[in-house]
């Protein structure tokens, strides 16, 4: 008799996550991010298209029938804005069609998220709920009471990448996925995604960095940073991230 899968399970080489059979995990899409770096003098095209196919490719070789975006659909923090205004509706358009449910959790990028989110769409905020025995959340707010005894609490909002360097100097970054246990009573494993939009700022976790671009549930309160596991999107483990900080 094969063994029973046990998840959740990472999709290899997609910053995606397998919450059971039907059910699929991304975070952080940043869907009008574009408008940010026309400002700043960087003209890209859109890739809300590129984005949304993607997603619905992953959920068609997956098979699965139910969504969770966790948090960040769009990139603007305040009210919906400029490209927002059309980008937006045309990505859940796209996806929804393809899954029986969807639930998003309100990211800190997420204001005025409701104006688009489809009818059938259940939103959640930021603090996250409960599925199976996860605790699933965006990552910009502190666990609330009601994660209490979950196996796993399920987060994107970092934007996990680490930079390697080779023997000549020159360095390379890969988005990855950071996992340990809390510093909790029930002990529960952190899972922390990478975002799902690629294009978007990493966050180099190998590098000195601000507390506050991290977020609460990776401060020293809830867990021990340096005793994270660090794997590639490809599935590559890299060590604990202790081993991954440059030395001088």
Known sequence: MPARLSYPIKVLGQPALLLDEVTLAVADVHVGFEQELATRGINIPLKTDELSARLIKIIRETGVRN?????????????????????????????????????????????????????????????????????????????????????????????????????????????????????????????????????????LVNERTKSELRGPLLSKKYIEMSELDVETIDGVLLGKLRDLFETD
């Open 67 to 203: 969504l969770f975006i966790l948090g960040d659909v769009k990139h603007h923090v305040a009210g919906p804005k400029g490209v927002e205004i059309f980008s937006v509706p045309r990505f859940f358009s796209a996806v929804e069609r393809e899954v029986d449910e969807m639930h998003v959790v309100r990211g800190n990028h997420d204001g005025g998220i409701e104006a688009f989110l489809p009818k059938e769409a259940t939103m959640h905020e930021s603090q996250g709920f409960a599925f199976r025995d996860f605790w699933v959340a965006h990552g910009s707010a502190k666990l609330p009471a009601e994660a209490e005894g979950k196996t796993r609490v399920i987060i994107g909002h970092v934007h996990p990448s680490v930079r390697l360097r080779d023997s000549r100097g020159y360095g390379y970054v890969f988005q990855v996925w950071l996992s340990g246990k809390m510093k909790l009573q029930w002990h529960p494993v952190l899972i922390v995604m990478p975002s799902f939009n690629n294009y978007i700022g990493q966050l």
